[in-house]
């Protein structure tokens, strides 16, 4: 139904408090253009109902354009070893969501000119609010 759906176009970092109560939050292409993506996943359960799913979608390209490096979630060695997003995620996300699917690679084109195309793989995890 038409009356349901609304749009909105805001900071995912800093959401006025009335943006919660979902049962479904999808961000899409969002964790790494974010400036601080771990303030977004440690606040984003507030917007979500127990037991509302928030779907993640990324190929995880960290720019530093886009994100300071120190803001980095994933992508870099941290003592000697590769933390890799997924593994940050699963730290961040623990505490109030359970992993219910994935992480599964899922193909995007981005079409860049007439000519010229973007294939990319991204990263899709699908988390449960407990």
């Not at 139904?1 to 009335?18: R, S």
């Not at 996943?41 to 917007?47: A, D, E, G, I, W």
């Not at 003592?79 to 219910?100: P, Q, Y």
């Amino acid at each position: 139904m038409a009356t349901k759906v609304e749009f909105f176009q805001g900071d995912a970092c800093n959401l006025k408090p009335v943006f919660a109560g979902y049962d479904l939050i999808l961000a899409a292409n969002l964790i790494d253009r974010l400036y601080s993506p771990a303030l977004f996943l440690k606040t984003v359960h507030q917007r979500l109902n127990q037991g509302g799913l928030l779907m993640l979608t990324s190929p995880y390209t960290w720019l530093t354009e886009h994100t300071k490096r120190e803001e980095w979630i994933g992508g870099f060695k941290k003592d000697g070893e590769n933390l890799t997003t997924f593994d940050s995620l699963k730290a961040i996300l623990g505490e109030h969501f359970r992993l219910v699917r994935g992480p599964e690679s899922v193909p995007f084109v981005i079409r860049e000119t007439k000519r010229k195309f973007q294939h990319t793989l991204s990263e899709v995890t699908i988390w449960e609010r407990k």
